[in-house]
């Protein structure tokens, strides 16, 4: 079936700096691609969809500049979360719809990134 | 208002029992998708059943049925025969709008824990 990989699935970063995390459907075309952010214990939250070939779209809330999204192809997402601080901890998921898609057929999810600022 | 409402934060139930999660939606779409997924402890959210807003059957996949009442808005998840990996985080959600572009909308999730 259909599957998402995203990479990586751990990192400790120090507060200050960079941080990509990638997010490719590898065998099918995803022009869709969200990004979530979940708290422990807490729902997905979405913080914005990724269009192949132009800007995100970001929701209320979500920083723009500071959670910088690039869909380059039809099969890669990347989501850099740039000047990291602590409270940028979390876990973060990505999700492909299929460029075909039907209305019976779910999302397609990366197994996250657990991120650590320190 | 939430357009997907848990209400149970946590059920427990013994194994090889059954036991029904709740989730209730609002939408004003005639055409929309329900959802349910599987979040264990290490993260990763597995798909579990769907229901599309015209089927007239309720969804069934294998151990897992939903429990589809239109009238009512409600989509609860009925797990049978519990098993200890059945314990995580569960999530109802629900798809909007045009198939090919949108996201879900997630409910807070219910945490089960099955004990032995």
């Known amino acids: 079936g259909a599957v998402v990989s995203q990479h990586p699935s751990r990192v400790i970063c120090k507060s200050g700096t960079s941080v990509k995390i990638e997010c490719r459907s590898l065998d099918f075309q995803a022009t869709t691609m969200f990004w979530y952010r979940q708290f422990p214990k807490q729902s997905l939250m979405l913080m914005a969809t990724s269009n192949e070939g132009s800007k995100a779209t970001y929701e209320q809330g979500v920083e723009k500049d500071k959670f910088l999204i690039n869909h380059a192809s039809l099969t890669l997402s990347t989501l850099t979360v740039t000047s990291a601080h602590p409270e940028d901890s979390s876990f973060y998921i990505c999700s492909a719809i299929e460029a075909r898609t039907s209305g019976g057929s779910p999302l397609h999810f990366g197994n996250g990134t657990r991120l650590t600022v320190t | 208002a939430q357009k997907i409402t848990q209400t149970q934060p946590g059920m427990f139930v013994q194994e090889k029992e059954a036991v029904t999660l709740d989730c209730t939606y609002d939408t004003s779409d005639q055409s929309y998708g329900l959802f349910w997924y599987k979040q264990p402890s290490s993260g990763e959210m597995i798909f579990l059943i769907y229901q599309g807003s015209y089927d007239e059957q309720n969804a069934t996949e294998g151990r897992y049925s939903l429990n589809f009442q239109k009238a009512r808005k409600s989509a609860n998840l009925v797990i049978s025969a519990s098993q200890l990996g059945d314990s995580a985080m569960y999530f109802c959600?629900?798809?909007?709008?045009?198939?090919?572009?949108?996201?879900?909308?997630f409910g807070k999730g219910t945490m089960l824990l099955v004990s032995p």
């Open positions: 959600a629900m798809r909007e709008g045009p198939w090919g572009y949108s996201t879900l909308t």
